[in-house]
């Protein structure tokens, strides 16, 4: 049976090994890569798989008793409590030199998060948050949006895959405008959850996603004061869910009442 880790000891083993990885990233950022396709719209490069086995290197030697899900090598003997890792969320616009990508860490037990970690190489900000104690960006405390209507938001989405799921995400930003300020596509879930967790973008929502993408994001959120609800269930959402909405309360009861009759939301 294995061992739930302390918090602190955990967050301080996935920052580490965020800043080791993401040490790589920055380094190989401006360099030829090798990129190769794990599906149509899906790159992978051999940053990612060199970052994800030095996280796995990192987490074995300071917990070798708890395994770990990434991206690139699968499951690796990961059960109840595990590593959910990411080496580099936003491969595409990492691939492409666009400037915007991060790590992605968490330990999870079973569908709960207990620590999460975000780095953004580039800009070296480091998003936090260890179950129960907050949520912080290079150490100071961050927040959701305290935006009381969507007229005033900022409103931040990814596509993913190519897909038809895509289509109607387009289509019910379409029938919300122009009732908001503006809108993003960024290209990274996870830096979309943690600048919803810091309030730079008032609501963020995502259909197609996996552990990896979500996992620290879920929990940075909900240590900021926010809500992360399941795409379908309307509940919240756990590292399972296929997709997500996260925001503020107020905010999110605002987004599903003006949009509940999309597609978007069905299976």
């Known amino acids: 049976m294995t061992t739930t880790p302390s918090l602190s000891s955990a967050l301080q083993a996935g920052i580490a090994a965020a800043r080791e990885a993401g040490a790589l990233a920055r380094q190989r950022f401006a360099t030829a890569k ?25 987490l074995g030697h300071a917990f070798p008793g708890i395994g770990v899900e990434g991206e690139e090598m699968g499951g690796d003997g990961a059960g109840e409590v595990r590593w959910v890792v990411d080496p580099i969320d936003g491969t595409r616009n990492y691939a492409s030199g666009i400037p915007h990508f991060c790590v992605s860490i968490a330990l999870a037990q079973g569908d709960d998060v207990l620590v999460g970690v975000i780095y953004d190489p580039l800009r070296d900000e480091l998003f936090s948050t260890a179950k129960g104690q907050g949520a912080f960006l290079n150490g100071q405390p961050m927040h959701v949006s305290p935006k009381a209507s969507l007229e005033e938001c900022i409103l931040s989405f990814d596509i993913g895959n190519m897909n038809p799921k895509g289509a109607q995400a387009l289509g019910l930003v379409l029938g919300l405008w122009p009732g908001m300020q503006s809108l993003r596509i960024m290209g990274s879930a996870a830096l979309g959850l943690a600048y919803a967790a810091c309030g730079r973008v008032d609501l963020y929502f995502h259909h197609s996603l996996y ?40 905010l999110l009861e605002e987004f599903l009442n003006l949009t509940k009759e999309s597609e978007w939301y069905t299976v």
Do not use: F, Y
């Not at 090798?34 to 994800?52: I, M, N, P, W, Y």
């Not at 990896?212 to 959120?221: E, F, N, P, R, Y």
């Open 34 to 58: 090798e990129v190769s396709h794990k599906g149509r719209h899906d790159l992978v490069t051999d940053v990612d798989v060199e970052a994800e086995r030095r996280i796995r290197a990192a």
């Open 211 to 250: 552990p990896w993408d979500v996992a620290s994001g879920l929990l940075l959120v909900r240590e900021a004061g926010g809500e992360v609800l399941d795409r379908v269930t309307g509940k919240a959402a756990g590292v399972s869910c296929q997709g997500l909405l996260a925001s503020s309360r107020p």
